[in-house]
């Protein structure tokens, strides 16, 4: 059993940059791909960016390649997302998940408001 918690979200200014982290319990973490999905009103989840179990492949939607990376922490069983760049159109509630398949994650967290202001 996994179980997920993020944190590291509010409200900023466009421009401005903001570093969410997901901590993961369970050992079983470790054997995951794990990967952020936001979702803003009125419309569907999306995948924002992945990374392997190991931490050595990652990838990102297009829409914030560049400006978003992703990073895990396996020894500290942790995540991070680092935003920079930021739009208005980021803002959303953003979810960690574990997974074998992206697809169909195993796992996710309660999720964390962004709120980019212009």
Same mark, same amino acid.
């Given at each position: 059993?996994?179980?997920?918690?993020?944190?590291?979200?509010?409200? #900023?200014?466009?421009?401005?940059?903001?570093?969410?982290?997901?901590?993961?319990?369970?050992?079983?973490?470790?054997? /995951?791909?794990?990967?952020?999905?936001?979702?803003?009103?009125?419309? %569907?989840? %999306?995948?924002?960016?992945?990374?392997?179990?190991?931490?050595?492949?990652?990838?990102?939607?297009?829409?914030?390649?560049?400006?978003?990376?992703?990073?895990?922490?396996?020894?500290?069983?942790? #995540?991070?997302?680092?935003?920079?760049?930021?739009?208005? %159109?980021?803002?959303?509630?953003?979810?960690?998940?574990? /997974?074998?398949?992206?697809?169909?994650?195993?796992?996710?967290?309660?999720?964390?408001?962004?709120?980019?202001?212009?």
């Amino acid at each position: 059993q996994v179980q997920l918690v993020e944190s590291g979200g509010g409200v #900023v200014l466009a421009g401005g940059s903001l570093r969410l982290s997901c901590a993961a319990s369970g050992r079983a973490f470790r054997n /995951y791909a794990t990967g952020w999905f936001r979702q803003a009103p009125g419309k %569907e989840r %999306e995948f924002v960016a992945g990374i392997s179990a190991s931490g050595s492949l990652s990838d990102y939607a297009d829409s914030v390649k560049g400006r978003f990376t992703i990073a895990r922490d396996n020894a500290k069983n942790t #995540v991070y997302l680092q935003m920079n760049s930021l739009k208005p %159109e980021d803002t959303a509630v953003y979810y960690c998940a574990a /997974y074998s398949s992206r697809s169909n994650p195993n796992y996710w967290g309660q999720g964390t408001q962004v709120t980019v202001s212009s």
